[in-house]
């Protein structure tokens, strides 16, 4: 008995460990009283010495950072349960509170119950810019949603994120703003979670609010789309879910979807069967409503124009896989398939004899004629193809019918490709009844191959090659006797024998050689990184215009050459100019093109360009043009490549700094040491540089002074000691791609910790290795735990580092690991590229280099041929010398300890490349081939009969084969290092071996525990439970491979051990050997159910899994629930019956016999090989009374009947004979239902089993069989429960059974049936509702809150009520058991969309007295004659009709709501933009500007009556938008939320100019004025900032610009200055006044347009005499007249967007600015002017060409902080000495202020005020598109009434182009989305600007986009 005691305490101890089984009660997500849970109920803990540090552990424990207050006295209320702690005394450094020292007794009350308050500083979480699983992620921090930065993010993160959510993990990580930029604060940056965290905040990050970010640098997620089963487990009792937590307001916005992957199957390119890609696997569509608008949708999302016909009835054959979506309802409109309206993903009611398919336009046949009929004698001509096969004559039309609409149909050889070649060559191949097949070279001549090169876009061919010059094919010879006359446009227009007619073989396939048109470029006139871009074409090199030459250009033609990326587009010659042809002008690449003749291009030789316009480029100077030759990794003679060939450096000069720069360009941190004198050896090539001097800062050597020519041997080369910490990585314990990741330092191999490893690391490390990219990155010492240190931890690449210890970590052995952590890689198994492509030329290849890849060729997996690779192929090495240290190093260099052999005589048969190296002496210490003696490269005195082999040493089991394994990998002979176990299951079988190519057994002789020890081990288990002997797991049929096994324990492997030799035995298979090894599967839990019911799943590889039900039954389930503890089975369920699981199917086909201890045990197909879905998990329903709770012998005690009642399970409840949330109280004992008696039950009794049950509590307990009578037992009596237990059976009864009750005493209740928020939404997983009853369940969906189309819950899934008879008193029952009072309108014919479901009522007639729907008279479920058009809706009475605002004026203040007959507030929780647009439209306004929390407005006095409201912002009133329910809060009144409704949707300037008048608004449909009472210059910087300029410089009063007419509307206006708008300010209100108009207020703006001065003539005195007579100007301005003018209108010309020649415009016309006195100063103001941060450069002597007009300004000194030109000295206006060819320019920073409207209008473009002084072409090209005009903060189009090339010739010269081309209506350019700014516009072609042609006014036009006006401008 002590013993079962022990026990009992032992688990105490491990279940209170558990973070999970604390909890704060009483409070909110943060604080509460503190709880534990021990022995099946929650207890609290004692305050007595209760202090900080005992609530830090607390804290800690739940996953918060730390305490922010210790609380005692029961300050969060008293506890209920027993008190489990006293005395508590932590030290702060304990991980769980029952660590610390405590008393188990104690002396206490609940009074004295202890709590927390944990600081929790983030509490929300949300995606913007998205849809419902994927967005930017935005955190709630200080008051406002922010952002997180992508520095460091990853999918480690993400994953937190989602979890999260809701979701079950994240599919993608988003960097650069992906979902767009957001607007708050960034709140976090450097984020760096561990994967285990329960939310962001818990992850480590820089800090909030500091980082060093921008909004393009946002974060986002892609969420798995299926939510996280929020559902307690059988192993988390319900109890211990939060119900608050730290950021645990979530919300999704928008849309989004899974089906991103869609292809059509069965059928040709554009038609088929539709297939969607979900759970892993392609899946059908069931064609129920199937239809042309489906069609579209699927074939738009797969690249054609339109579906020409949607199909059903499985027309192109029968799909295999799950039928994804069923009754799809596309509008077409639609982006992908998951957008349209389906029943639910796998929710359907379909076989696959339904499935959908589709018919795409976009790929006409080109075997039929465009016009005419398909005659009799055409569709016997078809038919005789072969082509035609019978089944498809069914698409032949019996009658004439016109050709163009059948001939779509017919799709025969579309595509072609090229194989076995290059880019522009090889073999030719068509793609034909689904594979790929060739073309016999049978009368194949140049007509043919021409055709061939057109249709794959190429201009022509050069040849057409016979004899199967690029290999032969291995699919069918689809066609042969091609004739082409050279004209077709695809190869099946040709004349040929007919579709796979021929007498042909493969050795007969056809080939081309197309013309490449432009795939040779180089650099001249430069050096090897930079130059003049050339081309080569016809026959010459010729040059590219530098018009719109750019960034993405120039990286272009840098990746075209083998170069990363660009630094730099160089213009105008700047590596002198070319005397070939120009090939290319007005390039535009995109900068992901392969080469330069993909970009855009005015074509071919088209150019208006000289060569003094050459392009150039610089590009990113990388360690290929450099390398280190003689020495080791990091050391050697310094050479470099220049013109096809390596050279070396002379040592004049040479030293340190200049070592450095090689160092560094080459990639490693810095020099060690310079060396002379040939340290390193004597080169052999030219000697390339001398005298070179670096400063150090030199990006590359060529950029170091240097002399070209040279007065040196090679006995003075350069060479450098480059100081490299980790220069040495490889992968051990896997194979040659794959393995744990060591890297050398301080003398020995190390490993790398796996914390924050990930494929953007593992990417680097591959391409360290000469890989090309990961496959897979491994963590938790995938492949065996390494010996040495831990070198590197917190390994954060950012991908483009070129070794592992350039990206950012902890530190050289800086780490908080253990191997158990050590990461691995798995790498691309193709060695990265280091062949030429077809464009690039060898002469770029280096000719020598390392030789850091080397492989086995012609073994296994550990032995073979030594093979490196050099000049871009494979070759050998020679044998002579080769000893067994040479094998040594080329076992270590792949990653193995040693080697076992050095072979010689081409052992592994003889390789077929050069023969590399010979005479190969290594020490045995080199940590590559290349690094040991050697006679040279490629010099030897040998044949291949000589090449050298090795074996390696035997590597661990990791390397064995999984069922996923190729057997390509498995070695044919060798040693025994495969092995497996057969006949049986996962972890027992008979012991087979693989050896000379199969699989054999070994002999039982000698076999015991000892041996099968090493063989466990061996396979990865632990050890081994059982020796096997006498074939138990059946015969084997290969080889005897071992007799007579003798190990001593501590073997690797089988090998190792004693044995009669290979193949030496004296057995039959009758004594094959065989183990039983520890179990894999140890783990098995019950989910989805009750405590001993549930779905079966077992832990595997770090998560739980599934079991599919195929073959399961009760001999399976009964292992599964003895291994639970219980002691037998009384169900093996099958159809996922307790929900469908979400990890991976674990086993499948499991047989067991029923006396297996565990269920790995049984027979099984293996781990993870299955055919099956989570709708087939299995499930069991074990014996109520676990075994583990009886004694084993002995009697049951009275103590002990005690201990099993007070343990009993009774966690199943139900509610019968009534409705969804009332009816008899059952509980599920022994096997059966049986019911409560009703003695003493009351509302306590009865809240907990509502709350049992899901609902809030109980508003009912009823007695005496109200809801009839049960049959079963009677299972409790007198019940008394506190009201706070968890479950009905923690409440104390008579015991289990024991009752003096009848039936007739049955208990009940009712329960609170919430409105719409506890009704089912379509993430609400279908286990949660109801599978029996009546119709209690109805929603309203298609529409808002209180109103939508009326559906009702039936046999599992939503349906709809058709109208017939459809009236207002049914509308009334329906709302009322919605909860609303009532209803407002009866709607019919579908008017809130058609429904989906089954129609479940028809002919409702209520009298509207009752309950429920379901009470109403009907037609009988599902009996109806009706349609969706006719499903019936309703309009409900709204709860909360009645909003104001308090506390604040007219437009803003607290928002109150009316509700039971009181006004209350609303809480600021989630409270955001989009709720207050919903208020203050419901008032009457048109949008809100803001929305407000923390009282902004003062406290509120009356009921919170909604929290965590949450609108999308399309509602009608605030109460359509989720919410947490009414008068539900969590809230106080310094918590009420407000808004700022805006008001005034215009302003405007009245009776003034440009920037000065009488302020008016637009209020009411009018224009009125504001009194002048309190106006000054606060109030007068808010009106001109809202109009658009940078300050006022005066508030006028007394009606200073005339007397307005209209209403006065503002008063008493007190602006603080920073409102965005006049209505933010604080006024009387609207209309109220006592003012008059001469008080009429007016502004004076800063900036004057130049429209206010006269555009030719002179200042004469009599216009400074008026100019000075008005207030604008005062007499601080008077010194600006007439000295100088306002040149406020300034544009580059000559260059492009950011330089150029500087032009003012000055008297009705362009004029220029000399360059005396021109600096960078005077540039930096020009370029601020032009809305660019500073200058690069400022130019003299008319660098951009010399300009044409006037000479304005002469002798211009700016200090550099004016705001314009025309502030800094100058001799006066057209005051100069200079000709044209001084004319200054400047080279402006190339990223324009954010102060432009867009990046894609050019600075040169924009003046710095007026109305409409902005205009742009949008949704075209540079010369021609969309007008678009920026006014009032944004763009907005012109309407094409009126619209002439007249008024076309304004806006093109307005742009810098001479004249217009064309004036385009009705949106030629795409119809744009702002508004509509200019209508009737009237040109005389004499203005300047736009804005001074005739018009209607601004905004005043009766347009819409569809008119809106576009141009083409003319180009010289």
């Known amino acids: 008995m002590q013993l079962w005691w022990l026990l009992v305490v032992a688990c105490s101890v491990l279940i209170s460990g558990n973070a999970k089984l604390i909890r704060l009660a009483g409070g909110a997500g943060n604080t509460g009283r503190v709880e534990v849970y021990h022995n099946g109920q929650w207890g609290t803990v004692c305050d007595d010495g209760w202090g900080l540090e005992e609530a830090n552990v607390v804290c800690r424990q739940l996953g918060f950072e730390s305490a922010s207050w210790s609380r005692t006295m029961a300050h969060y209320g008293q506890g209920t349960g027993p008190i489990l702690l006293d005395d508590v005394v932590c030290d702060g450094s304990e991980t769980f509170l029952t ?11 609940h009074t004295e119950d202890a709590g927390v308050d944990c600081y929790s500083v983030l ?118 879910l939060p119900t608050t937590g730290v950021w645990n307001n979530v919300r999704l916005a928008g849309g989004g979807g899974v089906l991103n992957n869609v292809r059509l199957a069965g059928g040709g390119g554009n038609y088929g069967r539709v297939e969607v890609y979900y759970n892993e696997q392609w899946g059908t569509v069931c064609d129920d409503g199937w239809d042309l608008n489906d069609a579209h949708v699927v074939c738009r999302q797969l690249g054609f124009e339109s579906a020409l016909e949607g199909n059903s009835n499985a027309m192109y054959g029968l799909g295999s896989g799950p039928i994804v979506l069923d009754d799809v309802d596309c509008t077409g409109d639609e982006h992908s398939l998951d957008q349209c309206r389906h029943n639910g993903l796998e929710e359907h009611n379909c076989v696959h004899y339904e499935d959908a398919g589709v018919v795409c336009s976009n790929t006409p046949s080109t075997l039929l004629p465009t016009t005419g009929y398909i005659t009799e004698e055409l569709t016997t001509l078809l038919l005789s193809t072969s082509y ?165 250009d120039a990286n272009v033609v840098c990746r075209q050459l083998g170069f990363e990326f660009a630094l730099e587009g160089n213009r105008y010659a700047l590596y002198g100019q070319g005397s070939g042809p120009i090939v290319l002008d007005d390039v535009e690449c995109t900068g992901d093109e392969d080469s330069l003749d993909q970009c855009r291009h005015n074509g071919l030789e088209e150019h208006n360009c000289g060569h003094h316009e050459d392009a150039g480029v610089v590009c990113q100077s990388n360690a290929k043009e450099i390398r280190l030759a003689g020495g080791a990794g990091n050391t050697g003679r310094v050479e470099v490549y220049h013109n096809g060939q390596w050279g070396t450096v002379c040592d004049d000069g040479w030293g340190i700094e200049e070592a450095d720069v090689v160092c560094r360009q080459l990639g490693f941190e810095s020099a060690s040491w310079s060396r002379t004198k040939a340290h390193y050896g004597q080169g052999t090539g030219p000697i390339l540089l001398d005298d070179v001097v670096c400063d150090g800062s030199e990006t590359s050597l060529t950029q170091c002074s240097h002399s070209d020519t040279d007065n040196c041997q090679h006995t003075e080369d350069a060479g450098v000691d480059c100081y490299s910490v980790l220069n040495n990585v490889r992968l051990a314990g896997g194979g040659g791609n794959y393995g744990r990741v060591e890297v050398y330092y301080n003398g020995q191999w190390g490993t790398v910790c796996d914390d924050g490893w990930d494929l953007i690391d593992a990417n680097v490390v591959c391409r360290q290795l000469g890989f090309d990219s990961a496959l897979e990155s491994k963590s938790s010492a995938f492949y065996g735990q390494g010996s040495g240190t831990i070198v590197l931890d917190d390994v954060d690449c950012t991908g483009d580092e070129d070794s592992l210890d350039q990206c950012g970590h902890a530190g050289l052995e800086e780490h908080n690991c253990g191997h158990h952590e050590d990461a691995g890689v798995v790498c691309q198994n193709t060695p990265n590229t280091l062949l030429p492509t077809t464009d690039t030329p060898s002469s770029l290849l280096p000719t020598t280099g390392v030789l850091n890849n080397v492989r086995l060729a012609g073994g296994g997996g550990n032995f073979g041929r030594v093979e490196v690779y050099y000049k871009g192929q494979w070759g050998t090495v020679c044998d002579d010398l080769w000893d067994s240290d040479d094998a040594n190093v080329v076992c270590r260099q792949l990653g193995f300890e040693f080697a076992l052999e050095g072979n010689r005589n081409a052992l592994y048969g003889q390789g077929s490349g050069p023969i590399v190296l010979d005479d190969v002496e290594c020490t045995g210490d080199e940590d590559s081939l290349d690094q040991c003696r050697h006679n040279g490269l490629e010099e030897h005195n040998c044949g291949h009969y000589e090449d050298a082999g090795v074996v390696c040493s035997n590597t661990p089991n990791t390397l064995l084969p999984t069922t996923d394994t190729p057997n390509t990998l498995l070695p044919t002979t060798g040693v025994l290092n495969n092995v ?80 009669a030799g290979l193949e030496k035995h004296n057995c039959g298979h009758h004594e094959d050997a065989g183990v039983v090894c ?186 005496n069989a109200l809801y009839g009578q049960g049959s079963g037992p009677i299972v409790l009596d007198d019940v008394e429960c506190t009201g706070d237990e968890d479950s009905l059976d923690q409440c104390r009864h008579n015991g289990l059974e024991e009752h003096n009750c009848r039936h007739h005493e049955d208990a009940g209740v009712v329960c609170q049936n919430t409105p719409n928020t506890l009704l089912p939404t379509t993430d609400t997983p279908s286990s949660l509702l109801p599978t029996t009853g009546v119709l209690n369940n109805v929603r309203l969906a298609g529409g808002g809150g209180n109103y939508g189309r009326v559906e009702v819950y039936y046999n599992g899934q939503w349906g709809t009520v058709c109208d017939d008879g459809w009236d207002l008193i049914d509308a009334n029952v329906v709302c009322r058991q919605l909860g ?213 410089l005066e508030g006028n009063s007394n009606a200073l610009y005339g007397q307005g007419s209209g209403p006065i509307v503002l008063d008493n206006v007190n602006c603080m200055g920073d409102e965005d708008s006049l209505d933010q300010c604080r006024h009387n209100g609207l209309e109220e006044h006592n003012c008059v108009h001469y008080e009429d207020a007016g502004v004076v703006c800063s900036n004057t347009p130049s429209t206010l001065l006269p555009t030719t003539g002179y200042i004469t005195e009599e216009l400074t005499t008026l100019l000075l007579s008005t207030s604008y100007f005062t007499e601080a301005l008077t010194t600006l007249l007439p000295s100088t003018n306002i040149l406020n209108t300034v544009r580059l010309a000559g260059g492009g967007g950011n330089y150029g020649r500087v032009e003012v415009y000055y008297k009705g016309q362009w004029g220029t600015v000399c360059d005396d006195l021109w600096d960078s100063d005077d540039a930096n103001v020009v370029c601020r002017q032009l809305g660019f941060e500073f200058a690069l450069e400022g130019n003299r002597n008319a660098l951009y060409g010399q300009g044409s007009g006037p000479i304005v300004l002469d002798d211009v000194e700016c200090t550099g902080g004016e705001d314009s030109l025309d502030q800094c000295r100058h001799n006066g206006l057209e005051e100069h000495n200079c000709r044209h060819h001084e004319d200054a320019g400047v080279v402006c920073q190339n990223t324009p202020n954010t102060l432009l409207p867009t990046t894609d209008t050019p600075s040169s473009l924009l003046p710095t005020t007026g109305v409409l002084n902005n205009v742009r072409l949008a949704g075209g ?36 182009f001479d004249s217009a081309k064309e004036g385009n209506s009705y949106a030629l350019y795409g119809q744009g989305s702002g508004p509509i700014v200019l209508d009737d516009v009237d040109c005389t072609g004499d203005e300047d600007f736009l804005d001074q042609c005739g018009h209607a006014g601004l905004e005043n036009h009766d347009c819409g986009h569809h008119e809106d006006a576009g141009v083409v401008c003319t180009v010289l």
């Open 980 to 1059: 497996r176990l057969a006949g049986g299951g996962g972890n027992y079988g008979r012991v087979e071996v693989y050896y000379n190519g199969q699989w054999g057994t070994v002999c039982d002789d000698g076999w015991d525990l000892i041996d099968a020890n090493v063989v466990c081990r061996q396979l990865g288990f632990d050890s081994a439970l059982e020796y096997n002997s006498n074939a138990l797991y059946d015969q084997g049929s290969g080889p005897i491979v071992l007799d007579d096994v003798d190990c001593t324990g501590d073997e690797d492997s089988l090998d190792q051990c004693g044995h």
């Open 123 to 240: 509490n929300n979480v949300r995606l913007a810019g998205g849809g419902g699983n994927y967005g930017r992620v935005e955190v709630y921090y200080n008051g406002q949603w922010g952002t997180v930065c992508d520095d460091g993010w990853d999918l480690i993160d993400a994953n937190v994120v989602c979890r999260q959510l809701g979701f079950e993990s994240a599919l993608e990580s988003k960097s650069s703003a992906f979902y767009g930029q957001g607007s708050g604060t960034i709140v976090l940056d450097d984020v760096d979670c561990t994967g285990d965290e329960d939310s962001l905040d818990q992850c480590r990050h820089n800090g909030l609010e500091e980082h060093n970010c921008v909004h393009y640098e946002d974060a986002g997620v892609v969420c798995s789309n299926t939510p996280n089963t929020l559902l307690p487990t059988t192993d988390t009792p319900s109890s211990l």
């Open 1078 to 1263: 520890n179990s894999v599967l140890n783990n098995v839990r019950l989910a989805g159910g009750g405590g001993h019911y549930g779905r079966v799943e077992v832990y595997y590889k770090g998560q739980w899994g599934t079991v599919c039900d195929d073959l399961w039954d009760s001999d399976d389930a009964n292992v599964v629930c003895r291994q639970l503890g219980f002691e037998f089975a009384l169900e093996g369920n099958r159809d996922a019956l307790y929900g469908q699981g979400s990890g991976p199917i674990v086993l499948d086909d499991v047989e067991c016999t029923g006396d297996e201890d565990s269920l790995d045990q049984c027979r099984h197909n293996g781990l993870e090989e299955h055919n099956c879905g989570h709708y087939e998990d299995a499930g069991v329903v074990c014996s109520n009374t676990p075994s583990t709770l009886l004694p084993t012998t002995g009697y049951i005690t009275e103590e002990l009947t005690t201990l099993l009642l007070s343990t009993n399970i009774l966690n199943t409840v139900r509610l019968a004979g009534g409705g969804g949330n009332y009816g008899r109280v059952e509980v599920y004992y022994k096997g059966q239902w049986g019911t409560v008696c009703d003695d003493l039950w009351d509302s306590d009794d009865a809240n907990v089993v509502c709350r049992q049950l899901g609902f809030e509590f109980a508003l009912e307990g009823n007695r």
């Open 1380 to 1592: 609303f009072d009532s209803a407002l309108e009866y709607n019919s014919n579908a008017l809130y969309g058609q429904g989906s479901g089954p129609i479940m009522l028809d002919d409702v007639d209520c009298t509207g007295d009752e309950d429920s729907l379901d009470q109403c008279g009907h037609a009988g479920l599902e009996e109806h004659n009706c349609g969706h058009h006719e499903d019936a809706g309703v309009v409900c009475n709204s709860v909360l009709n009645n909003v104001r605002l308090a506390g604040g004026g007219g437009n803003y203040g607290r928002v109150e709501v009316y509700y039971n007959e009181q006004w209350g507030t609303v809480c600021d929780d989630g409270w955001d933009l989009n709720d207050a647009h919903v208020v203050c439209r419901q008032l009457g306004f048109e949008s809100a500007l803001e929305g407000n929390s923390n009282a902004m407005y003062g406290l509120g006095s009356g009921p919170i009556v909604l929290d965590d409201v949450d609108c999308t912002g399309d509602e009608h009133s605030l109460d359509q938008c989720r919410h947490a329910g009414l008068e539900e809060d969590n809230c106080d009144h310094f918590e009420d939320a407000g808004v700022v409704c805006r008001v005034f949707d215009n302003v405007r300037l009245a009776g003034g100019g440009g920037n000065y008048g009488r302020v008016e608004v637009h209020y009411n449909g009018q224009w009125g004025t504001v009194c002048d009472d309190g106006w000054d210059l606060n109030d007068a910087h808010v009106i001109c900032r809202q109009l658009g300029f940078e300050f006022a």
């Open 1821 to 1856: 090209g540079a010369n021609y598109g969309r007008v678009e005009v920026y006014y009032n903060g944004q763009w907005g189009t012109v309407c094409d009434d009126g619209w002439d090339v007249t008024d076309a010739n304004v806006v093109c010269r307005q742009l810098g």
């Open 388 to 552: 035609f096969t019978e089944a498809l004559t069914t698409l032949l039309p019996s009658t004439k019918v016109p050709i163009r609409l059948w001939r779509w149909r017919v799709d025969i050889l579309n595509t072609v490709r090229l194989a076995g070649g290059g880019g522009n060559y090889g073999r030719v191949e068509v793609y034909y009844k689904g594979q790929w097949g060739t073309v016999c070279d049978d009368l194949w001549d140049s007509d043919d191959a021409n055709v061939v090169c057109r249709q794959l876009g190429f201009e022509f061919a050069l040849e057409g090659n016979r004899n199967a010059l690029y290999g032969q094919g291995s699919g069918p010879i689809v066609l042969d006797d091609v004739e082409c006359t050279g004209d077709e446009d695809s190869l099946d227009q040709c004349r040929h024998n007919g579709l796979e007619e021929h007498n042909c073989g493969h050795h007969e396939d056809a080939g081309v050689v197309c013309q490449n048109i432009l795939n040779t470029v180089r650099l001249a006139g430069g050096g090897g990184n930079y130059g003049r871009v050339e081309v080569y074409y016809k026959g010459q090199w010729g040059t590219v215009c530098d018009d719109w030459w750019d960034s993405d």
């Open 99 to 109: 660590q610390c020292s405590h008393s188990d007794t104690h002396d206490c009350q």
